[in-house]
């Protein structure tokens, strides 16, 4: 598929999409006879990927590292368990502290609701 296509499948601007390249974290996007960019499946479902970690606020440093790793092959499968499971426990930490913040302001709604706050 091209940018366009590509840009469209995994909403992400093609300006993105050219950065993502720039710094590494798309590599060896093939490009057809007139050197357009050719986007693969496998692009695809890296970029969605990307996109889950930095949607669970992974920080693109560390993403980065993760694309590092992975291109090294099957030698990092263990750094890699380790990276994204450091991940892991900083996202539930996260989701308890918004659980915190949820319940405080309930909290305040059901004053209000009450009656209990002018």
Same mark, same amino acid.
């Given at each position: 598929? $091209?940018? %366009?296509?590509?840009? $469209?499948?995994?909403? @992400?601007? %093609?300006? !993105?999409?050219?950065? /993502?390249?720039?710094?590494?974290?798309?590599?060896?996007?093939?490009?057809?006879? %007139? #050197?357009?960019?050719?986007? !693969?499946?496998?692009?695809?479902?890296? *970029? +969605?990927?990307? &996109?889950?970690? &930095?949607? !669970? =606020?992974?920080?693109?440093?560390? *993403?980065?590292?993760?694309? &590092?790793?992975?291109?090294? #092959? %099957? *030698?990092?499968?263990?750094?890699?368990? =380790?990276?994204?499971?450091?991940?892991?426990?900083?996202?539930?930490?996260?989701?308890?502290?918004?659980?915190?913040? @949820?319940? =405080? @302001?309930?909290?305040?709604?059901?004053? /209000? &609701? $009450? +009656?209990?706050?002018?």
């Amino acid at each position: 598929m $091209n940018m %366009s296509e590509f840009s $469209n499948a995994v909403a @992400l601007s %093609s300006h !993105t999409l050219r950065y /993502y390249e720039k710094i590494g974290l798309l590599k060896d996007i093939h490009r057809n006879s %007139s #050197g357009h960019r050719v986007y !693969t499946p496998k692009d695809l479902a890296w *970029i +969605g990927f990307v &996109k889950r970690l &930095k949607d !669970t =606020a992974m920080p693109l440093e560390d *993403i980065l590292e993760y694309a &590092k790793l992975r291109e090294a #092959g %099957s *030698i990092s499968v263990m750094q890699r368990q =380790a990276l994204l499971e450091r991940h892991k426990a900083n996202l539930q930490e996260h989701i308890e502290q918004q659980k915190m913040h @949820l319940s =405080a @302001l309930e909290d305040k709604i059901d004053l /209000y &609701k $009450n +009656g209990k706050v002018l």
